[in-house]
C-alpha cells in the first residue's frame, strides 16, 4: 500500500517561518511526484505549489504565496518540502500533500508494464494533513 504522510506543521505567529515534510512510502521501485494543497475552514481545498516531475524541477505556486513559500525536493526519499517564511494569518489551514505522478524507477524484477502498473496506483492519493496556524 502506499502512504502519504505530512509533518512539520504548527502555531506561528505573524512573520514567522515553518518547513512542511511530506513523504510517500510504497513500492521501492516507484518514485513519487506531489503536490501541496492547503483547506482553510470553510473554504475549498486550493493547490499552494507544486513541481515538475522532469529533472529541471519547475516550481509552481499559488499568486498568494509566491516569494514567500518555497518548494523543494528529495528524489531519493520520495519526500517534498514547503519552506514557508513571512506567514500571515491568511495561511491558516490544514496542508495536504497529494501524489500527482508516480513512474517506476526500474529497481525490480517486476517487467516495467507490471511495475509502472503498481506505481500508477499511487496517483491520487492524499495524506491526512498536517495543521498550520498563524496567530496575528
Known amino acids: 500500500q502506499v502512504h502519504v504522510v505530512e509533518s512539520g506543521g504548527g502555531s506561528v505567529e505573524t512573520g514567522g517561518s515553518l518547513r512542511l515534510s511530506c513523504t510517500a512510502s510504497?513500492?521501492?521501485?516507484?518514485?513519487?511526484?506531489m503536490s501541496w494543497y492547503r483547506q482553510a475552514p470553510g473554504k475549498e481545498r486550493e493547490l499552494v505549489s507544486t513541481?515538475?516531475?522532469?529533472?529541471?524541477?519547475?516550481?509552481t505556486s499559488a499568486d498568494s504565496v509566491k516569494g514567500r513559500f518555497t518548494i523543494s525536493r528529495d528524489n531519493a526519499n520520495n519526500t517534498l518540502y514547503l519552506q514557508m517564511d513571512s506567514l500571515e494569518p491568511e495561511d491558516t489551514a490544514m496542508y495536504y500533500c497529494?501524489?500527482?505522478?508516480?513512474?517506476?524507477?526500474?529497481?525490480?524484477?517486476?517487467?516495467?508494464?507490471?511495475?509502472?502498473?503498481?506505481?500508477?496506483?499511487?496517483?491520487?492519493?492524499w495524506g491526512r494533513g498536517t495543521q498550520v496556524t498563524v496567530s496575528s
Open positions: 497529494k501524489i500527482v505522478r508516480a513512474y517506476t524507477n526500474g529497481f525490480t524484477t517486476y517487467t516495467f508494464r507490471r511495475s509502472q502498473a503498481d506505481c500508477l496506483g499511487g496517483v491520487g492519493i
Open positions: 510504497g513500492y521501492s521501485y516507484c518514485n513519487y511526484d
Open positions: 513541481i515538475d516531475g522532469d529533472k529541471d524541477g519547475t516550481a
